[in-house]
């Protein structure tokens, strides 16, 4: 079955310091999330990109969170400075088209900011 | 106002009992229903689709009213591998997801 990954899995650094996730949808998915979810809540999208084109970022803080998908395939999102509230789980997601199909997740990658 | 509200709980319940969940969404013009399962520390998951005239799934049933703008989720004969969050999810045009915060269950032997 085919499955959304992503990397790495855990990640601990200090504030100040940059960090960087990676995904790669399921094969053919045209379109792409990164959300972020804090313990106890549901998630909450950070960008949706259709291909390499960017949707909708409208919750991403762009004065340190970026992210691209430059040829329409995998993901990175970066955070530069970290900062203690950005620790969370960073869930990427990916569905087959537009519309309103379902969206398959990725494991996660969950950051602890110290 | 969110965009749509459940009830965290906690819900504990003894094994083989029914239990619901409801959840309501603030937009009318959402389009599409979910509940997605999600378990400690993994990703969320769909459980099922919502449909107008109501789903069932083995032991799951899923209701949608549109005039009141609330879903539920019915689970019948608990079984304890069922303790888990249950995400109420809303769509609209594009894609757009909107996650409710999250029901958790935790089925007692």
């Known amino acids: 079955e085919a499955e959304v990954a992503q990397s790495p899995r855990y990640k601990i650094t200090e504030k100040s310091q940059a960090v960087?996730?990676?995904?790669?949808?399921?094969?053919?998915?045209?379109?792409?999330?990164?959300?972020?979810?804090?313990?106890?809540?549901?998630?909450?999208?950070?960008?949706?990109?259709?291909?390499?084109?960017?949707?909708?970022?409208?919750?991403?803080?762009k004065d340190r969170f970026s992210a691209e998908r430059l040829k329409g395939v995998d993901s990175t999102l970066k955070i530069q400075p970290a900062e203690l509230g950005d620790s969370a789980m960073y869930l990427c997601a990916s569905s087959l088209l537009g519309g309103v199909n379902e969206q398959f997740f990725g494991p996660g990658t969950r950051l602890t900011v110290l | 106002r969110k965009e749509v509200e459940q009830d965290p709980g906690?819900?504990?319940v003894p094994e083989g009992a029914t239990v619901a969940f409801n959840c309501t969404y603030s937009n009318s013009a959402s389009q599409s229903f979910f509940w997605y399962r999600q378990d400690c520390r993994k990703e969320p998951k769909l459980l099922m689709s919502v449909y107008s005239s109501g789903n069932e799934d083995g032991?799951?049933?899923?209701?949608?009213?549109?005039?009141?703008?609330?879903?539920?989720?019915?689970?019948?004969?608990?079984?304890?591998?069922?303790?888990?969050?249950?995400?109420?999810?809303?769509?609209?045009?594009?894609?757009?997801?909107?996650?409710?915060?999250?029901?958790?269950?935790?089925?007692?032997?």
């Open chain 1, 20 to 61: 960087a996730f990676w995904c790669d949808p399921i094969s053919g998915h045209a379109t792409l999330y990164w959300y972020r979810q804090i313990l106890g809540q549901g998630p909450e999208l950070l960008v949706q990109f259709q291909d390499e084109s960017v949707v909708d970022d409208s919750q991403l803080p």
């Open chain 2, 10 to 12: 906690p819900f504990n």
């Open chain 2, 59 to 109: 032991r799951f049933t899923a209701q949608l009213n549109r005039a009141s703008q609330y879903i539920s989720l019915l689970i019948r004969d608990s079984k304890l591998s069922d303790s888990a969050t249950y995400l109420c999810v809303v769509a609209r045009t594009g894609n757009q997801f909107y996650f409710g915060t999250g029901t958790s269950l935790t089925v007692i032997p």
